[in-house]
């Protein structure tokens, strides 16, 4: 018979890091994509891309990097987001490198400049900046400080593309402004602002929003002035579809709002109240605002559409855009024709933006699709695991606005293209070119893995106390 | 916060189920609609996207593929004699589409056919471009020529097929158009494109398969045989009993003939000069019932597709008595395509056994593997042996003694049996009549060649020369010589 002769003392377990996890999935995030750009390579001159090695190296160098960084200073983050936007991004540098490989689009500008090295350029300065957000914001309630000033910030961040001489007009949407050489998407990046605004707002006002109300039709309805500023936030959401054209921002600031508002007070009359406005805006901006008609004209029926629009309108225009995406992912099928052997270069324009989904649908096929919208479905789940675990009502709200806006955006954008939705002015996070949406969205991941190390990162141990000490330790 | 909180993860998670279900509607079930739809540039890329395969007369390609560099099509099809070609090729155009072996084989053509997923899969393998198959035609380069040569400017249609097998031989048609001057999708080809569907003449349409015209005398031959066929004549030398003038039945119209000595004339002599009376009158002692049976047996009231569709020939199945009596000459309601008169000629000169007319020898992979070879495959006896060689008799009478003296081929050993038509049409035969003749050459090897020639309204030509044995018949003995020539 043994007896215990040792004295043991239970100690916390330490939480898992997980950064071995998140090494692994980096490594295959890294290689999928230097894969895909072999295929792309192969399927269309038939030998190795010259630029593989070093489009290897670029990526592989910028994931480590990101590791390194987030091994340090966010020891015990979530270990998926990092590989999926790394994933995601790397892919989307593929499909517009192939792009810029197409000959039709090439010979559709006088002067054809390839967009991925930009978009490589522009990669750098999100993983940049997803650097500095985890090296500078050690708690992320720091930015809770800065709630009105991110009020003003994003407001006028929204309205800088009306500004005159400043803002440009794409194909109708007005949501881009141009400094010197650069088109910035202002948009991108008050989405983030406007989410810390949101929940320094809510946090505050939440019991005030909650609780004074009163009762109408088994609904709590708010009081009066506390209706302030969800009215406020609709009218600017208005303002944006009547003056930029564009519905897609406007859908997702009103639609993030509605659904913080919601998290923040647990009222579901909140989500009625913001459906009764959502539709009652757009029937009446969508009932004299041209262009939303025409977007709605193509969305019902395009092929129809096509065929009774005049000619040479925006609404022929529009119509036949969505007819050339759809028979792009028609075209794809199950298996997709693979990667630098389809036709997705027959869409006219922005086919490397806007409608980069269309590439994936033709050249991976449904199979493709699918894995696509499961990535950022992951993504979506893994912010809002990060917000359940959030031990700060500000982190919660903040990690739930920017997954719901995440959210809403790959609903808008995919729902557009593939005809659920009429089809809006906005980009997918990470796969299609533009430099605004990169940068903000990799700010966006990099705000959520900072929300995410501190909710997992373990409590600090109590102080010890020697009474407790005592009675803890076993003695034979 | 954590209960509305998962309500949001459930909400998020419907949008993305939302969108997979949406593809899958998109990429699976509308898929196919999506990927064929008309607006969709994708089929006509595929169909130039590799060099094309070729259709070949004689063992020689007659249409060839270059390489524009254009970046949507970037192959362009070219034709080798092209107007000549064009009734059998038809046209492959990047901007309007494809026609006859070029749209029916495209499949082939392009190498996109189920037939050559073996091939394809290898040079994917292999490495290699896919290149597309070809279609090797039965005709002959000889006789096409020939044929082409001998319309001219005139407006017409020759066919010509190998009685023994059913090949097809020649098949030409004038005016014509040149399918390489629309094959890309410029505006130079567009305005070919214009200016041909708006020519008054079709250049475009194959008069050979496509075109129904009277027959005219040429129909005698398909009397004569219902007549023998059904037991109204048994001698065809035997005198008939038949009155000068000769009324079409339940009328006093008397029936015109342009010979003399046709009265009581015997079936023979009745094709040398081409009676109208005779034929009327046993067209109409054989009856309609049978007169239908025997012409749909030559393969009059069907479409036939050789492969491409040749349109129906029409005897009348619904007329009356006086009807039936002029349709027995090939007058009222009785039309034909210049395709199904060489059926009959050929019907006749392969003594009795009409063999089903092709013009697709067979396909090849791109490594010129054969992946299908046309049989040649009987269609019907419209009459018996005896009874065809009997109107080979008569036939050839017509050539050696009667209106088709210009047919007559100077090679030994070779009978050419033969029939002119001159076919009035337009109100009270005001138009300028089409000038017929249908023909078969025969060697004691049996027949390689049958012949139907048509020639339209020919300005310039004085009315009474057209007719069959002076405008057409030379054009048939051309292509007779061509095909001797050519050794088969």
Redesign the interface.
């Known amino acids: 018979m043994s007896v215990v002769t040792n004295t043991t003392t239970i100690g916390a377990i330490e939480l898992p890091s997980r950064r071995n996890t998140e090494l692994l999935l980096l490594g295959f995030a890294v290689v999928i994509p230097v894969f895909a750009y072999l295929n792309v390579g192969l399927a269309i001159d ?1 030998k190795v891309p010259p630029g593989m090695l070093g489009y290897g190296l670029g990526l592989g160098l910028l994931a480590g990097v990101a590791h390194l960084v987030v091994r340090k200073f966010a020891k015990y983050a979530d270990p998926l987001l990092l590989p999926l936007a790394t994933l995601l991004n790397g892919l989307g540098l593929v499909l517009i490198w192939r792009l810029d490989q ?3 689009i ?2 559709r500008y006088k002067t054809f400049s390839p967009d991925a090295p930009n978009q490589l350029m522009y990669s750098a300065i999100g993983v940049a900046l997803f650097l500095l957000v985890l090296m500078f914001l050690k708690d992320h309630r720091v930015l809770q400080r800065f709630t009105y000033i991110s009020m003003m910030v994003a407001i006028v961040l929204l309205l800088l593309p009306l500004v005159p001489g400043l803002g440009a007009d794409v194909f109708g949407a007005k949501i881009w402004i141009r400094i010197g050489p650069f088109s910035i998407q202002p948009g991108e990046f008050a989405k983030i602002v406007i989410a810390v605004f949101f929940s320094g707002y809510l946090m505050v006002k939440r019991d005030a929003l909650a609780l004074a109300s009163r009762r109408f039709l088994g609904l709590y309805l708010p009081r009066g002035r506390d209706l302030g500023p969800i009215l406020t936030i609709w009218a600017v959401s208005l303002l944006i579809l009547v003056f930029e054209n564009d519905l897609g921002t406007s859908l997702l600031f009103f639609g993030m709002f509605v ?1 913080m508002l ?3 007070t ?1 009222r579901t009359s909140w989500i009625v109240m913001g459906l009764l406005m959502a539709v009652g805006g757009a029937v009446v901006v969508g009932s004299f605002a041209t262009h939303v008609q025409s977007r709605v004209a193509a969305w019902l029926d395009p ?1 129809e559409c ?1 065929k009774t629009a005049p000619e040479r309108s925006n609404m022929a225009a529009a119509c036949d855009q969505m ?1 050339q995406v ?2 792009s ?6 298996l997709g024709t693979g990667l630098g052997q389809g ?1 997705s270069d ?1 869409i006219g324009f922005a086919a490397n933006s806007d409608f980069i989904f269309a590439t994936v ?1 033709e050249e991976l ?2 199979t493709g ?2 894995a696509f ?2 990535m ?2 992951l993504i ?2 893994r912010g ?1 695991r990060t ?2 675990a959030a031990r700060d ?1 500000f982190g ?2 903040l990690a ?1 606005g920017l ?2 806006a995440f ?2 955006q ?2 808008v954008v ?2 557009g293209v ?3 939705i009429p089809l809006t002015g906005m980009t997918m996070p990470f796969l299609a070119y533009g430099g605004s949406s990169v940068i903000a969205n990799w700010a966006l991941i990099a705000i959520l893995i900072r929300i995410s190390d501190t909710a997992r990162r373990p409590a600090p141990a109590p102080a010890p106390s020697p009474d407790a000490e005592m009675t803890q330790v076993v003695r034979p | ?6 309500r ?2 459930i ?3 419907l ?2 189920l ?3 279900l ?3 509607w ?3 079930v ?6 064929s ?1 008309q ?4 089929v006509t ?1 595929e169909r130039y996207a590799n060099e094309r395969g070729n259709i070949i007369v004689d063992g020689k390609p007659i249409t060839g593929s270059v390489d524009s560099k254009d ?2 099509y970037r192959f362009k099809r070219t034709y080798t004699d092209g107007p000549m070609w064009a009734p059998v090729t038809g046209y492959a155009s990047q901007a309007y589409d494809a026609s006859q072996i070029e749209k029916i084989e495209d499949g082939i053509l392009t190498g996109n056919d189920d037939r050559l997923f073996f091939d394809r899969t290898l040079a994917m393998f292999t ?1 290699e471009k896919k290149t597309g198959g070809n279609v090797v035609t039965t005709l002959n380069g000889a006789a096409q020529k020939a044929a082409f040569k001998g319309l001219g400017d005139k407006k017409g249609a020759v066919a010509a097929i190998d009685p023994k097998t059913g090949r097809i031989l020649a098949l030409a048609s004038t005016p014509s158009y040149d399918p390489s001057s629309f094959a890309g999708y410029s505006g130079k080809d567009e305005k070919a494109w214009v200016a041909l569907e708006n020519d008054p003449d079709k250049p475009k349409l194959n008069r050979a398969l496509r075109e129904i015209y009277p027959p005219g005398s040429v129909f005698k031959v398909v009397t004569a045989a219902a007549a023998l066929e059904h037991g109204q004549v048994t001698d065809i030398n035997a005198a008939t009993d038949t009155p000068e003038p000769y009324n079409i039945p339940l009328s006093r119209v008397p029936m015109k003939n342009h010979a003399q000595g046709c009265k009581n004339a015997s079936l023979n002599k009745a094709l040398e000069v081409s009676c109208n009376s005779v034929f009327a009158k046993l067209g109409d002692e054989v009856g309609r019932e049978k007169m239908v049976e025997t012409a749909e047996k030559f393969g009059f009231n069907a479409e036939q597709f050789v492969p491409i569709r040749a349109v129906a020939s029409v005897y009348d199945k619904k007329m009356d008595r006086g009807g039936n009596a002029q349709s027995s000459i090939g007058q009222f309601n009785t039309a034909t395509t210049p395709l199904q008169m060489a059926m009959v000629a050929a019907a006749v000169a392969n003594d009795g056994k009409l063999m089903k007319p092709y013009m697709i020898d067979k396909l090849e992979s791109p490594k010129l593997d054969v992946v299908k070879t046309t049989e040649p495959e009987e269609m019907s006896r419209p009459m018996s042996q005896k009874n065809a060689q009997l109107v080979q008799q008569m036939m050839e009478n017509v050539v050696s003694n009667g209106t088709g003296g210009k047919a007559d081929v100077d090679r030994p050993g070779v009978k050419v049996g033969g029939k002119t038509g001159t076919a009035q049409h337009g109100v009270g035969n005001k138009k300028r009549p089409y000038a017929w003749f249908i023909s078969y050459a025969k060697t004691d090897s049996g027949s390689p060649v049958a012949v139907a020639v048509i020639v339209e309204d020919s300005a310039g030509t004085a009315r009474d020369d057209i007719s069959g044995g002076g405008l057409a018949a030379p054009i048939a003995r051309d292509v007779m010589e061509a095909v001797l020539d050519s050794g088969k």
Request: net charge positive; charged share 15%.
């Open positions: 038939g197409s000959p039709r090439i010979a659904i919601y998290v923040a647990e092929f096509l007819t759809l028979m992912f028609g075209s794809g099928g199950v036709n027959l649908g096929g449904l699709v699918m919208l499961l950022y479905g979506i789940e809002i917000s359940l009502p919660k709200l739930m997954s719901g959210a809403l790959i609903f995919a729902g593939m005809g659920l | 916060m954590n209960k509305p909180l998962r949001v993860a909400f998020c998670g949008l993305v939302a969108l997979l949406r593809d899958n998109l990429q699976y509308r898929a196919d609609e999506l990927n739809h607006k969709n540039r994708r890329i970046p949507y490495g």
